[in-house]
DNA sequence: AGCACA
């Protein structure tokens, strides 16, 4: 009994994620993959553009084929930003990696030459290194693998779920929530007041009101729509309230 | 739909 293989291509320490969401800032959507995609162990790099070509897809390096796979596995069909993620091995080798095992040769520049030009031909780019199957380096520095379940925990997705129907497992997960033009403010200081949060909030355009949530730790803040929302929420994440309290912020839910 | 590397 041979089972569908989990990709038609040879495990690669570089996922290829496509179908994601495209009106999402491309900055965003870079972090909250790594936020998601690191429960699996060890990220290089993540490679993500919003060029027309290459709007929608992200390249995910690992560190170990083994997370790769995992999170290949786990995170197929996730919801992210709204959008399933189609995920699977990449094709060929990251620069990174290939840089990191010394196989990494200069990209050839697309020159198109003038005689090709006539011709409407552009300079084929020699394909740089092999994507020869992730030559897994055996020593490598390996952070534990958090186990499948945790991720579960932290972003309350069932692989399971996805295989009969992928659409029905809707919930939205922590911190990948669609775009909202209100924000969800957490982890604030005790002594935050609302004066205090409208100071903070209202540098960024469109700052309408906040509502702090008493004794919750937890506000609310509006902005005119969702794409101002989104500059506070890049602007103030992580800000530093105190010295050890950090604001946590993420769109609220609809 | 689209496999890049700034």
Redesign the pocket.
């Given at each position: 009994m041979s089972r569908k293989p989990l990709s038609d291509?040879p495990p690669n320490l570089?996922l290829?994620v496509?179908?994601?969401n495209?009106k999402i800032n491309v900055e965003t959507v870079k972090k909250s993959l790594r936020e998601v995609f690191a429960a699996f162990g060890g990220i290089t790099d993540i490679?993500a553009?919003?060029?027309?070509?290459?709007?929608?897809?992200a390249?995910i390096?690992f560190k170990e084929v083994s997370a790769a796979t995992n999170a290949l596995k786990s995170l197929q069909g996730f919801p992210f930003y709204n959008k399933p993620m189609r995920i699977?091995?990449?094709?060929?080798?990251?620069?990174?990696v290939a840089k990191a095992d010394g196989t990494y040769v200069e990209?050839p520049k697309k020159i198109v030459k003038r005689e090709d030009l006539r011709k409407g031909k552009t300079a084929t780019p020699a394909p740089?290194a092999s994507a020869a199957p992730a030559a897994a380096k055996p020593a490598e520095a390996s952070k534990p693998t958090p186990s499948q379940k945790s991720i579960q925990d932290r972003i309350g997705w069932n692989p399971q779920q996805t295989v009969t129907a992928p659409k029905a497992v809707a919930a939205k997960p922590t911190g990948v929530t669609e775009p909202n033009k209100t924000l969800f403010v957490e982890n604030l200081p005790s002594e935050a007041t609302d004066t205090m949060l409208s100071m903070l909030f209202r540098q960024y355009p469109g700052f309408q009101e906040v509502r702090l949530i008493p004794g919750r730790n937890v506000a609310f803040v509006d902005y005119q729509n969702e794409y101002q929302a989104g500059m506070a929420m890049q602007g103030l994440q992580g800000f530093a309230m105190t010295p050890e309290v950090k604001l946590s912020l993420s769109y609220a839910r609809k």
């Open positions: 291509l570089t290829y496509n179908n994601l495209d490679v553009m919003k060029s027309l070509k290459r709007r929608g897809q390249w390096i699977n091995y990449a094709k060929t080798k990251s620069d990174a990209r740089a």
